[in-house]
């Protein structure tokens, strides 16, 4: 499978935008997806993932109350909704994904965001740019 993400932009501070993260090649129904971002200079960073299954949100403390996570019914498709957007979440935003075959979703997602490194199918990434 290959992962592309798109939808980034620029946005003025308290916009929205939808980034998309679509896969060829296979569908998320095996799999869980997760979005990181990456500010310059800065480490890349989990924000919300989703269990491709059953569309189980798994949110960090910087996508509560402002990000939601969707997938869409042919599960080819994961979208990013990032609502009232700050200059802080100027970002390169990626999208990766792990398969859950003989494993467990929720700890595969958990794996995921505790060790980003450790993940080996990446998107290329959509630059977010939010302007104050």
């Known amino acids: 499978v290959q992962l592309q993400a798109s939808g980034g932009g620029l946005v003025q501070a308290g916009g929205s935008l939808r980034l998309s993260c679509t896969a060829s090649g296979d569908v998320f129904g095996a799999y869980v997806v997760g979005w990181f971002r990456q500010a310059p200079g800065q480490e890349r960073k989990g924000v919300i993932g989703?269990?491709?299954?059953?569309?189980?949100?798994y949110y960090t403390d910087s996508a509560k109350g402002r990000f939601t996570i969707s997938i869409n019914g042919a599960k080819n498709t994961v979208w990013l909704q990032l609502n009232g957007l700050k200059p802080e979440d100027t970002a390169r935003y990626f999208c990766?994904?792990?398969?859950?075959?003989?494993?467990?979703?929720?700890?595969?997602?958990?794996?995921?965001?505790?060790?980003?490194?450790?993940?080996?199918?990446w998107g290329q990434g959509t630059l977010v740019t939010v302007s104050s």
């Open positions: 990766a994904a792990e398969t859950t075959i003989g494993r467990d979703p929720l700890i595969t997602i958990g794996t995921m965001f505790r060790a980003p490194q450790a993940i080996g199918l």
């Open positions: 989703i269990i491709g299954r059953d569309g189980s949100a």
